[in-house]
Nanobody
């Protein structure tokens, strides 16, 4: 049971990427999804979450207005659209499956399944 991320890469400041997350071995649709990132030398940071139906989303302040989380349950896929990228967004981005996304982003310990991560590098 695992998640697989894709879509990372090298992009210039101000650029965009779309990350995707698909499940292997289980159905993603019943889980809330979180996107978590880890920058070099820093702890993992939950960036955004979306509930199972897609009706509820949350973001940390530093990405509000730039990142958009979404999901297409007909394709069993979750996404994180990254716009207006800045060098400080450079990190490995992980998707994780959990059980809720409500008024706040769940702590990392509340996620059940994790992907291996995809590298996002923002540099000129």
């Amino acid at each position: 049971l695992q998640l697989v991320e894709s879509g990372g890469g090298l992009v210039q400041p101000g650029g965009s990427l779309r990350l995707s997350c698909v499940a292997s071995g289980f159905v993603l649709d019943v889980f809330a999804i979180g996107w978590i990132r880890q920058a070099p030398g820093k702890e993992r940071e939950a960036v955004s979450c979306i509930n199972a139906s897609g009706s509820r989303t949350n973001y940390i302040d530093s990405v509000k207005g730039r990142f958009t989380i979404s999901r297409d349950n007909s394709k069993h896929t979750a996404y994180l659209q990254l716009n207006g990228l800045m060098p400080e967004d450079t990190a490995v981005y992980y998707c994780a499956a959990g059980y809720y996304c409500t008024d706040f982003i769940p702590p990392l310990k509340d996620y059940e399944y994790w992907g291996q991560g995809t590298q996002v590098t923002v540099a000129s």
